[in-house]
């Protein structure tokens, strides 16, 4: 049977064969697969490795065979920055699904995972990070297996775009008022000199820069306590922050209609910010 499915985009019919994009693609149909965004700096990596183990623990946790080791995974993502020549403040986007194969739930068997990856500039938004940013809350209505970077992202583009819609950066997800992370960050409170975070269960995604964080309170002797706070201690927080690979170090300054301390970015967020981009090796930073 020869199969003529029409493509709106194109208004017109075209034979499968001569798709740019297979339409039977597993990740296209079921969010079979994983990802990672890298950030980058000056044209290099930050937290490489990190990134790289996270995309393989993914991939083992949903059984996905990629076709590379870890070290011939590096060496093709570095490679690709040699042929961008990319010199600027950027970040990585890559995927991998199980592959393109007939419909069916079940995996297919002798199917190559595909995978995708590509650069984009992205510059640090210094407004935001001098200035910190809005958010609100959003009940989490995700799966239970969110430390896997899954391609099955569409409870988290709701909450973001539901902040969007109320002129914020983020959406604080909770269940059952104990807070988690944010639609694409994890995220902090500060009080009495602590700061709070949800553990690394399965619930949450296990942030490399959330990583990172861990070791600039060590070395800043900033208590780090892996505790869920409420809703009800947003109140009374010293101050709040996100982090990510595209936020940084991102001060909160407002929850809802609840202001955070005095509505700028607080003194350990500072400090957690510098020791950022110390890690990042960042020129003309913020901080300094």
């Excluded at 994983?34 to 990134?51: C, N």
């Excluded at 183990?53 to 946790?61: E, Y």
């Excluded at 590509?118 to 969110?146: A, M």
Aim: proline share 4%; with cysteine.
């Amino acid at each position: 049977m020869t199969v003529y499915p029409i493509t709106l985009t194109e208004s017109k019919f075209m034979h499968k064969d001569l798709l740019k994009y297979p339409f039977e693609e597993r990740g296209l149909q079921f969010g079979d697969g994983i990802y990672e965004v890298i950030r980058i700096y000056q044209g290099s990596y930050y937290l490489f490795e990190e990134h790289v183990d996270r995309l393989f623990r993914s991939a083992d946790a949903i059984k996905l065979e990629l076709p590379y080791t870890k070290q011939e995974m590096k060496d093709l993502l570095l490679e690709l920055l040699t042929k961008n020549d990319m010199k600027t403040d950027g970040k990585l986007y890559i995927q991998a699904t199980r592959g393109s194969a007939p419909r069916d739930h079940a995996f297919p068997v002798g199917v190559k995972s595909n995978i995708y990856a590509y650069l984009n500039d992205l510059p640090r938004n210094l407004d935001h990070l001098t200035n910190g940013v809005k958010t609100i809350t959003q009940r989490d209505v995700r799966w239970e297996n969110c430390f896997i970077k899954s391609l099955n992202l569409l409870p988290n583009v709701l909450a973001k775009q539901e902040a969007k819609e109320n002129g914020c950066y983020e959406a604080i997800l909770h269940r059952e008022g104990k807070v988690t992370e944010c639609s694409s960050s994890n995220v902090y409170l500060v009080k009495d000199g602590k700061v709070y975070t949800h553990p690394t269960k399965n619930n949450i995604l296990h942030g490399c820069v959330r990583m990172a964080v861990e070791r600039f309170t060590t070395d800043l002797n900033i208590p780090l306590i892996e505790e869920a706070f409420t809703l009800d201690d947003i109140s009374s927080a010293d101050e709040m922050f996100l982090t990510s690979s595209t936020s940084e170090v991102l001060s909160v300054v407002q929850v809802d209609k609840t202001t955070i301390g005095n509505g700028r970015p607080g003194n350990i967020t500072k400090q957690l910010l510098a020791a950022y981009e110390k890690d990042a090796n960042i020129k003309n930073p913020i901080q300094a």
